[in-house]
């Protein structure tokens, strides 16, 4: 068990209030002793203060309370890139991925009007950080429309709304510029933090499209449209994140400008149309895009392990011989990232210290590129996780925490919060 020790409770909360640019000698600050620190190679035991919910390796003035960390392993919290917040009794949703050890959530689709339900008790220090795109861009009929129209019926006012506000309210579908042009305005009113396209089969895109009925919701954008969202995105200083599935939607993508591919290309199928390239993985690393792992989504469990010996491993070693940054993500609604990170130790494509990176260095600040986290050093948020075990020597021991801290606040997945 960890002893703590309080010494002065009130000026602890007001301490953790707020993050701010460390200083060399805070006036006040808690101590964790006794710790294994993560600094992103191996585990160093080390003694770290908090102060005004940021890192000191200097010890403050005056200690007001001591925490023993007795040995236990600690981490940069964990991250979900690829996530869709559907359902709006989102207390369930933060206790789960608080659980988990997930403080930075990146949603690659929603309403502004879930948003809006959500977002009250989001983005502080009892819950996680998030992100979302908002209303992703696809063809009439495209992917994920047929998702929303299969989705069992919403009660009362809920059901009339996606009935009636479909596009522009949850998805936007357009063939033209000049449908892109009717919706912008009403995209950016509802302050999306990156911009979302969907390419599928992009290659046959032509033949989908005019036969819209046989192939509703297997299809996506016209990758054409790709360069120009992008344009207007980056204009507005938004990224771009891309819905993919074979390797020409990847291709399209990442020549279309993208910033940031959702998933990796893999499906059921001929294993050819999935496959990169080195001159794909080269590409990619020349337009600095990043990639998305979220292998669970599939669901299918003898899919996933066919997946994974051949599309997933040519693909993932591609992605790593040209070093294009691969990230966490599971994209399965009602769950966290923590099984997509098992799956990914099963398959043997990564040692456990490449994907304890993966997960709390790379994946968070990819998220969250203008701050200070993933890293346990001074001046970054004073945001960990205590493990009882070392994830090096096995990857299961992040399932094991024994400590949260956000932002200097000690954080208790099971609290009410309101």
Same mark, same amino acid.
């Given at each position: 068990m960890f002893v703590i020790k309080y010494v002065a409770v009130a000026m602890l909360l007001a301490a953790c209030a707020s993050v701010q640019q460390t200083t060399p000698a805070p006036a006040h600050g808690v101590e964790y002793r006794g710790g294994l620190w993560f600094d992103g190679n191996r585990f160093s035991p080390r003694t770290m203060y908090v102060a005004d919910g940021v890192f000191h390796s200097s010890r403050p003035q005056q200690v007001d309370s001591v925490v023993d960390l007795h040995g236990g392993y600690v981490v940069p919290p964990f991250s979900d890139a690829h996530q869709h917040l559907i359902d709006p009794r989102i207390d369930m949703t933060i206790r789960a991925f608080l659980s988990d050890g997930i403080f930075y959530v990146k949603d690659q689709g929603n309403a502004p009007v879930m948003r809006r339900m959500i977002d009250p008790l989001l983005n502080r220090p009892s819950s996680f950080d998030y992100i979302s795109a908002n209303q992703g861009w696809t063809s009439p009929g495209g992917h994920p429309v047929e998702v929303i129209k299969r989705a069992p019926p919403m009660p009362g006012p809920m059901m009339a709304f996606v009935r009636d506000s479909l596009d522009p309210g949850i998805v936007n579908q357009v063939d033209t510029k000049a449908d892109i042009d009717r919706r912008w305005a009403y995209f950016l009113a509802g302050k999306p933090d990156f911009v979302k396209v969907y390419l599928l089969t992009s290659e046959d895109y032509a033949r989908r499209r005019?036969?819209?009925?046989?192939?509703?919701?297997?299809?996506?954008?016209?990758?054409?449209?790709?360069?120009?969202?992008?344009?207007?995105?980056?204009?507005?200083?938004?990224?771009? !994140?891309?819905?993919?599935? /074979?390797? @020409? $939607?990847?291709?399209? *993508?990442?020549?279309?400008? #993208?910033?940031? %591919?959702?998933? +990796?290309?893999?499906?059921?199928?001929?294993? !050819?149309?999935?496959?990169? /390239?080195? @001159? $794909?993985?080269?590409? *990619?690393?020349?337009?600095? #895009?990043?990639? %998305?792992?979220? +292998?669970?989504?599939?669901?299918?469990?003898?899919?996933?392990?066919?997946?994974?010996?051949?599309?997933?491993?040519?693909?993932?070693?591609?992605?790593?011989?040209?070093?294009?940054?691969?990230?966490?993500?599971?994209?399965?609604m009602g769950a966290t990232a923590a099984p997509e990170v098992a799956l990914l130790a099963q398959s043997g494509l990564f040692t456990n210290l490449e994907l304890l990176r993966m997960w709390s260095v790379t994946t968070p600040q990819a998220i969250f590129p203008n701050r200070r986290i993933g890293v346990l050093a001074d001046g970054y948020e004073a945001s960990f996780l205590v493990l009882r075990a070392d994830p090096i020597a096995d990857i299961a021991a992040t399932r094991s925490i024994a400590m949260r801290v956000k932002q200097g606040v000690f954080v208790d997945p099971a609290a009410k919060r309101r």
């Open positions: 005019s036969e819209a009925l046989r192939f509703e919701g297997n299809r996506g954008i016209d990758p054409a449209l790709v360069p120009y969202i992008v344009e207007r995105a980056h204009a507005a200083g938004l990224q771009v !994140s891309a819905h993919v599935y /074979t390797a @020409a $939607d990847f291709r399209a *993508a990442v020549n279309g400008g #993208v910033d940031q %591919i959702a998933h +990796l290309p893999g499906g059921k199928g001929a294993d !050819s149309i999935y496959m990169l /390239t080195d @001159a $794909d993985g080269a590409n *990619a690393a020349a337009h600095h #895009v990043t990639v %998305i792992t979220t +292998l669970t989504q599939h669901q299918d469990s003898a899919l996933i392990y066919r997946i994974l010996r051949t599309q997933s491993a040519n693909n993932i070693n591609v992605l790593r011989r040209h070093n294009v940054p691969i990230l966490i993500g599971s994209d399965v």
